[in-house]
T-cell receptor, first 115, second 114 residues
Framework: AQTVTQSQPEMSVQEAETVTLSCTYD???????LFWYKQPPSRQMILVIR??????QNATENRFSVNFQKAAKSFSLKISDSQLGDAAMYFC????????????FGKGTRLHILP | DTEVTQTPKHLVMGMTNKKSLKCEQH?????MYWYKQKAKKPPELMFV???????INESVPSRFSPECPNSSLLNLHLHALQPEDSALYLC?????????????FGPGTRLTVT
């Protein structure tokens, strides 16, 4: 069975600094998607970034980038120039490709931004 | 318009009540989802509707009854709930149920069962 592990329940970062959130996963599949979702205190969950496992290039979206290590089954999220609006719960997630399988979420990392 | 709306925002109900949660999207999506999220936990999938047909039921108790009247609407009917059913109920939609499509989440309904 696929699993997603986020080992950092909470993290804090100073505003304007860089922070990295860790995620590891386990799967026997070769094709899959990995995601980072953000859920601010107002609750609406949004997709921050997505990585296709067949792509070697790490995905980036503005200040958000990932370090995808397929062999190590590691998928960390780096947030550069942290802003107060980045404070949220961040969920790492996995989904098998080309199927209707459900999204497997990690337990989440609560990120605090210190002014 | 990339919005999924949910009503009500908050709901308090007794264990003998019957109530419904409503979810709506106008993005032309053909897959819609119900998730349950307890505090400080990730969302747990409950149901998936694909092309208005129930395609996944994650062994949810029968006191939760989903309904998809049309491609834009998804309801969750609640009856005889237990206090442990108190949670945030999230709706999501995607272009299709295949994993290549991004899921868009609504803001949720905060349910309290007394």
């Amino acid at each position: 069975a696929q699993t997603v592990t986020q080992s950092q329940p909470e993290m804090s970062v100073q505003e304007a600094e860089t922070v990295t959130l860790s995620c590891t996963y386990d799967t026997s599949e070769s094709d899959y998607y990995l995601f980072w979702y953000k859920q601010p205190p107002s609750r609406q969950m949004i997709l921050v970034i997505r990585q296709e496992a067949y792509k070697q290039q790490n995905a980036t979206e503005n200040r958000f980038s990932v370090n995808f290590q397929k062999a190590a089954k590691s998928f960390s999220l780096k947030i550069s120039d942290s802003q107060l609006g980045d404070a949220a719960m961040y969920f790492c997630a996995y989904r098998a490709m080309n199927r209707d399988d459900k999204i497997i979420f990690g337990k989440g990392t609560r990120l605090h931004i210190l002014p | 318009d990339t919005e999924v709306t949910q009503t009500p925002k908050h709901l308090v109900m007794g264990m003998t009540n019957k109530k419904s949660l409503k979810c709506e999207q106008h993005m032309g999506h053909r897959a819609m989802y119900w998730y349950k999220q307890k505090a400080k936990k990730p969302p747990e999938l409950m149901f998936v509707y694909s092309y208005e047909k129930l395609s996944i039921n994650e062994s949810v108790p029968s006191r939760f009854s989903p309904e998809c009247p049309n491609s834009s609407l998804l309801n969750l009917h609640l009856h005889a709930l237990q206090p442990e059913d108190s949670a945030l109920y999230l709706c999501a939609s995607s272009q299709g149920a295949d994993s290549s499509y991004e899921q868009y989440f609504g803001p949720g309904t905060r349910l309290t069962v007394t």
